[in-house]
């Protein structure tokens, strides 16, 4: 009887390990072009008929 309650405490100390130690190494990562928003959706929000104020390479360049 002994040796099988202390199989089952060893067990649930390793399962408890396991757990702790996956859980611990999630990371989390967010897309790079998080905050900005396409020329077209830009110039939705904005009302404008042309999306080319919004679109960083259709500048003029003085």
Not at 5 to 30: E, F, G, H, Q, V
Not at 32 to 57: E, I, L, R
């Amino acid at each position: 009887m002994k040796k099988q309650t202390k199989m089952k405490r060893t067990y649930l100390i390793l399962a408890a390990c396991a757990i702790m130690l996956s859980t611990a190494c999630t990371t989390y990562r967010t897309a790079g072009n998080s905050g900005k928003v396409p020329p077209g959706q830009a110039k939705k929000g904005s009302g404008s008929k042309s999306a080319k104020p919004f679109a960083p390479g259709q500048q003029k360049k003085n």
